[in-house]
């Protein structure tokens, strides 16, 4: 053990074991100081793993509190307590096991009653064309479902189950959020047949699928890889043939359940071809709380098509946003050629052009979904995964999530087609990141591309970030509706 304020003199490997034990420690939730030593090996080591330092004069002391808080975030990875003592969630009320994660999958095959063997798919797609005639002519056939119908309970036991957390766990010791992504995708369709469960039937003739990820508001950033984390939702809203689903997602610390973040998904139900809308159950509110919940979903709705109709491909930008884009572009002139075309980077800034990243990704059978199709969820982890990346290469730090917003799929994506992903850094301002990417499928055979869905992402990083500018009106365009993005999120 290590004496507090005492001052280490073991061998550099040990001493950079025992410094991340401390990290994990209770004794760096007190107040007591902290006084380490290091030689240049562990220096060494400690700055390949990219873990800050806080440098101090001989005889200084320093707060360990406030040595943990300048740790980086992903430093800060482990659950407060021993996980196997407060990281397990504690058995669901009744005394019957919570719904695994791994079985939501499963459950949603039996209710679709869809193959598990790809090579099978076009038998149990055709088989499923014949469920068409048990559609609901109309809405007001199907009876009114309440919102504790839907309601779900999901858990992913990475306290309890450590065989699980290679799955989701990163480099640095956090949880991947494309993982999580995914995790609530699922959930969301599950959601969705539970509302329009009907027990007369022996699988649901609908095909529900993802239409808009509307929103995702972190309320912890950091996701401890060795506590249970629980999702928990319910149908909040539905129309003719579009469901809302509100999502939230908790980590048991501490012996309690903290909030992480809050979602909410569109969900569209189709026939059994996934060729035409199909009719919904309406919902009935029950209380006040429920009303609000339907309210806010309703207001959802009209939300969305007022900025669909605002769109930036479909109507000039607003006085004030033309007042911007001449701005930046006026910042950019070369005073002393006195030219249009004669432009000059600002200090503190980059070009747009320059802060994109690119991926590709063949869709296999292995991503497929319950209709045979790639899952929505994979296609959020990917895009995602490659939006951190161009943040964090801009940013020249480890971003932070802070919220997801208007995700849109506009088209599905077949097995076997080549994606193609495109990351742009679309607005800054202060410490935080606007992304953008935009996904699309390539023909190799007609050299066609094909949008199928475009993500927003806003980033934090540690410090402010470069400010960066359009060169084009059409970078102009990308530069607008980031901001309008990053307005909804971070000031709505």
Known sequence: SLPVGGVCTESS?????LFFFLCSSPVLRGESPVVISFSPVSLLL????????????????????????????????????????????????DGSPPLHVSNVRDKLREIVGASTNWSDHQ????????????????????????????????????GSEPQLREKYLTFHNTVRFGRI???????????????????????????????LVDKIDMRQHIIYPDCDIKFTGHVSWVGKTSIEAKMHMSQ????????????????????????????????????TEEEKLLHEGEANKVRRVELSTASLLKVAPTDEERKIVHSLFLNTLDTNTVSFR???????????????????????????????????????????????????????????????????????VEIGSLLLLSSQVCYTQDQYIQVRVHSEVFDPLT???????????TFASDADVPNIVPKTYGESMLYLDGKRHFNQTVHP
Not at 46 to 74: D, E, K, Y
């Open 46 to 93: 400690l700055w390949i793993r990219n873990v800050r330092l806080v440098c101090l004069p001989p005889g200084a002391m320093l707060s360990a509190r406030f040595l943990l808080l300048r740790l980086p975030l992903t430093s800060r990875s482990l659950c407060s307590g021993v996980a196997g003592k407060h990281g397990k969630t504690p058995t669901m009320a």
């Open 123 to 158: 038998q149990a797609m055709a088989e499923r064309a014949s469920l068409s005639s048990m559609l609901a002519k109309s809405q007001s056939d199907l009876p009114a479902k309440k919102m504790k119908d839907s309601r779900q309970e999901v858990h992913l036991p990475l």
């Open 13 to 17: 490997a040990v001493r950079f074991r």
């Open 342 to 412: 004669s432009r000059l980077l600002p200090p503190n800034s980059v070009w747009m052009e320059d802060a994109k990243l690119k991926g590709l990704e063949i869709c296999h059978p292995q991503e497929r979904n319950i209709f045979n199709r790639i899952f929505g969820g994979f296609l959020m982890r990917k895009a995602y995964e490659l939006g951190w990346a161009n943040a964090c290469s801009y940013a020249g730090h480890r971003p932070t999530l802070v919220a997801v917003d208007d995700i849109l799929f506009q088209k599905p």
């Open 447 to 457: 050299r066609q591309h094909s949008t199928t869905n475009i993500f927003h992402y």
């Open 252 to 287: 048991f610390m501490n012996g309690a359940y903290a909030p992480i973040l809050d979602a909410t998904f569109v969900m569209v139900a189709r026939d059994p071809q996934n060729k035409r809308a199909a009719f919904v159950n309406p919902l009935t509110p029950e209380g």
């Open 181 to 211: 992504l995914e995790d609530l995708d699922s959930l969301a369709v599950l959601i969705s047949y539970s509302h329009t469960y009907n027990p007369a039937l022996k699988r649901s003739p609908l095909s529900i699928v993802t239409a």
